[in-house]
């Protein structure tokens, strides 16, 4: 059973970058979605590191959201980054893909080539998965491998369209409240998931990137 059903809570995942510094609008980007996501009452789920993944913990944490950190133990010298606030280690990557795809949606953010396994992973599963987590990207860089699958690989409509894709400049609030529908979906409740009461801060955040 995992976190988000021992909590009656739904799990996030977000996955990004770790090598992103603060200074980048990207990092500034993910902590406004890790903030509206906390602040719609989700847990937040990150691989724990720095980067994207910092960013995203960090906001949640201002409006006092639970983060948790899937790291991998097998990565010597890898401190869980300071906002997690529960970390569930892994032996290696694959039982962090495994961690993964037991929340209850996937976002992904600006990320690399560990970023785009993930999200290869998460997308595969959701083609052959009827219990598969829904998957949401976000950014012009996720439209590109959407568009490059449709034009060069052997797929149909069928395994495009089991994504949802958010272009670049969404607002964090439009990533929460499509996160709200696809748990809600998901969930099978026939509209948006919601909870009342959720977390509160007084820090605002960047509309959009």
Known sequence: M???ARAGVPIVGVYGSARLPETDEHYQYAVAVG???AGEGFI???GGYAGVMEAVSKGARD???E???YTVTSWDGLPANRYVTEKLDSKDLFERLRKFSEVDLLIALDGGLGTLAEVVVSWNLLQVGSDARPLLMVGEQWQALHDYVRKTLIVGEADLDVVRILPEGSSAELVAATAC???GQRLGLGGPWESLPRPTGDASSPASR
């Open 2 to 4: 995992n976190a988000s």
């Open 35 to 37: 903030r509206a996501l």
């Open 44 to 46: 937040v789920a990150t």
């Open 63 to 65: 409006v006092g959201g």
């Open 67 to 69: 983060v948790i950190g």
């Open 181 to 183: 529908e696809l748990v």
